[in-house]
C-alpha cells in the first residue's frame, strides 16, 4: 500500500491522530472529584489569582504547546485553507507527544493578516506554555513570528523557518566534516526565498558567515533588483557581497553547496557537473526534490540530502523541534534564540558517530535525540 493509500485509511479509521488523556489514572472516587473539580479547585484557582507565575505549576501549561497555523502554506502544497492544515497540525502535535512526551493542541486559525494572527495568538496565549506556529506563508509568518516573541514571555517557534534552518545546519557541520570543507570558507546557493529559505540563510550567517547568493523564482537576489519585498532585501544585508546577477546556473557554478527549499526539478545535472569539487547538495523540496539523489550523484555530488524519508539524510523538522521545546518546557527558557538553535544543530550533529555520504543527520527515531537537544536548550 502506498503512503497516499495508508494515510487515507488510517486517518479514516482512527478520525484523527491524537485524544485526550488523564495524567491521574487512578479511579475518580467522591474525594478526588471534588478535589479536581467543586468545591476543592477553587482554592487551587485562588491560588493562581494571587500569584500567576504558579499557573505551570499547577496546570498542564507545564507541557503544553499551542500548534497553530492559518493554513496559508500547507506543506508543499501551497494555501488549502484552515479546514486542510488540520490533518498537518494534529500530525505535528502526535510527534511532539511520541517523540518528547509534550502535549500539545493543534489549532487553525481562519483569520490571515499579521495583526489578525498576532491579536488571535496572544488572546490564547496563558493557556499554553509555548507557541509552535506552522504553515504560515512569507512574507507574514516573519512579522507574526517577530511580534508575538516581542509581546510574550512564552518560547514561540515557527517551525518552518527554524526546524528547518537547525536540521540544515546540523547536516552541513558533517557534510563539511567528511568533504574536507570549513562552512565558514564554503560558497553556498540558496534557492527559494521564502520561510525556510530566508531561515536557513540567516541562521548559516550567524554560525559561519559563509559567502550565500540567494535565488527565488526570478533569479539571483541582489541590489539591481527591484521587485523585493522586505524579507528579501534584509537577506541583501549578509548575501551577495559581490551583488552579483544573474540565474540560479550562475549562483551555482563553483559553489560548495547547493541548498534547495524551492520546486521540483530546477538543478540539472550540468548544473551540479559546475559545481566546485565533491559539492553538497541539499534537495529539500517536497515531494520532489529539485534534483534527485541518483541524477545529483551521477553527475558527482558527494554528499546528497533531501526532505523524503525514503532517501538517505533526511533533513527532517522532527530531529529538532521536539528537542528544542522539550528542552524550553524544562528548563523555563522564555524565548528560543539563535544560539539555541546552533546548540541544537550541533548537538544534532554530534549524534552522528561515524559520518559517511549516506549518513550525515541522525535518524528522527534515534532516542538519544530528545534528551540530547533539550539539554543543551538553557
Known sequence: ??????????????????????????????????????????????LIAEDHSKLSEYTWT???????????????????????????M?????????LANIDSVPIVL???TADEIVAT???????????????????????????????LSIPIMHDDQHGTATVTLAGLINACK??????????????????????????????????????????????????????????????????VSGTLEDAVRDADVFIGVSSAGLLTQDMVRSMAKDPIIFALANPDPEITPEDAKAAGAAVIAT?????PNQVNNAIAFPGIFRGALDNKVNQITDKHKIAAAEAIASLVENVTADEIIPSVFNDQLVPTISNVIR
Do not use: W
Not at 485553507?81 to 498537518?88: D, F, K, L, T
Not at 526532505?307 to 532517501?311: A, I, P, T, V, Y
Open 90 to 98: 494534529e500530525g505535528k502535535a502526535l510527534l511532539f507527544k511520541h
Open 178 to 243: 567528511l568533504t574536507g570543507r570549513k562552512l565558514s570558507e564554503c560558497k553556498i546557493a540558496i534557492v527559494g526565498a521564502g520561510a525556510a529559505g530566508v531561515a536557513v540563510a540567516k541562521l548559516l550567517q550567524e554560525y559561519a558567515d559563509p559567502q550565500i547568493i540567494a535565488v527565488d523564482s526570478k533569479g539571483i537576489i541582489g541590489h539591481d533588483r527591484t521587485d523585493l519585498n522586505e524579507s528579501k532585501q534584509l537577506l541583501l544585508e549578509f548575501t551577495n557581497k559581490d551583488n
Open 110 to 112: 481562519n483569520v490571515h
Open 121 to 151: 495568538v496572544k488572546a490564547m496565549a496563558l493557556s499554553f506554555g509555548a507557541i509552535n506556529l506552522e504553515d504560515i506563508a512569507a512574507p507574514i509568518c516573519f512579522e507574526v513570528e517577530e511580534r508575538l516573541k516581542a509581546e
Open 1 to 46: 500500500m502506498n503512503p497516499n493509500e495508508l494515510a487515507v485509511e488510517l486517518h479514516k479509521k482512527y478520525q484523527g491522530k491524537i485524544t485526550i488523556a488523564l495524567r491521574d489514572t487512578d479511579e475518580l472516587d467522591r474525594a478526588k472529584l471534588s478535589a479536581y473539580y467543586s468545591p476543592g479547585v477553587g482554592a487551587i484557582s485562588k
Open 62 to 88: 507545564n507541557n503544553l504547546v499551542a500548534v497553530i497555523s492559518d493554513g496559508s502554506a500547507v506543506l508543499g502544497l501551497g494555501n488549502l485553507g484552515p479546514e486542510g492544515a488540520m490533518p498537518v
Open 307 to 311: 526532505g523524503r524519508s525514503d532517501f
